[in-house]
Nanobody, 119 residues
């Protein structure tokens, strides 16, 4: 079993910055692609950014140039640096990881961290 724990969410003013972190722990062989998703009430959970083990990244168009995803493989941690935040970025942000373990091959989710951007 793999546990993903997010941190770094909070309340910020428009134009401000936040840095989200997600740490993976537990028994696993390997973590491949990791990513960040976000969800608002009544809407589906959507991909924000993803990063492969080798550092290849992908972003949703609305955050390109403002958000940066990175990872530290030695620490099993993925980060999301969010700059120039906008009110429409307000959502619960979830960490996701593709995990290989004795009992799992597939994705795991964190519990989510709230990001609120005020105008």
């Amino acid at each position: 079993q793999v546990q993903l724990v997010e941190s770094g969410g909070g309340l910020v003013q428009a134009g401000g910055s936040l840095r989200l972190s997600c740490v993976a722990s537990g028994n696993f062989f390997k973590i491949n692609t990791m990513g960040w998703y976000r969800q608002v009430p009544g809407k589906q959970r959507n991909l924000v950014a993803a990063i492969t083990t080798d550092g290849i990244t992908n972003y949703v168009d609305s955050v390109k140039g403002r958000f940066t995803i990175s990872r530290d493989n030695a620490k099993n941690t993925v980060y999301l640096q969010m700059n120039s935040l906008k009110p429409e970025d307000t959502a619960v942000y979830y960490c996701n990881a593709f995990v290989l373990s004795e009992k799992q091959i597939g994705t795991s989710w964190g519990q989510g961290t709230q990001v609120t951007v005020s105008s």
